[in-house]
């Protein structure tokens, strides 16, 4: 079993950054790949970001490339989001999930394939 609890979240005007964290607990955390969600109002849940189990390999979203960073400190078991020039569009709850899966670098992409899931923290960004 993994606990993962979300931190970082808030309310933040348009072009502010936010840095949202993900502390793991329970079954060793470098054997998971982990991920970013988000989901807005009346929408799906997308993926926003994922990272591979040795923090080599990454994914973003076509939305969010050149203004979000995904990285992971494994001796910490933290994910992090870390969100610069946050626009309007960005306003969700974000979740952060996790895969067990036996590769170092392969990042998780499909939502059904993640075993493990926080709370998730809200991130507001007004305009």
């Known amino acids: 079993q993994v606990q993962l609890v979300e931190s970082g979240g808030g309310l933040v005007q348009a072009g502010d950054s936010l840095r949202l964290s993900c502390a793991a607990s329970g079954r060793t955390f470098s054997s998971y790949a982990m991920g970013w969600f988000r989901q807005a109002p009346g929408k799906k849940r997308e993926i926003v970001a994922g990272?591979?189990?040795?923090?080599?390999?990454?994914y973003y979203t076509d939305s969010v490339k050149g203004r979000f960073t995904i990285s992971r400190d494994n001796a910490k078991n933290t994910v992090y989001l870390q969100m610069n020039s946050l626009k309007p569009e960005d306003t969700a709850v974000y979740y952060c999930?996790?895969?067990?899966?036996?590769?170092?670098?392969?990042?998780?992409?499909?939502?059904?394939?993640?075993?493990?899931w926080g709370q998730g923290t809200q991130v507001t960004v007004s305009s």
């Open positions: 999930a996790a895969a067990f899966i036996r590769s170092l670098s392969r990042v998780v992409t499909m939502m059904d394939e993640y075993d493990y």
């Open positions: 990272i591979s189990w040795s923090g080599g390999c990454t």
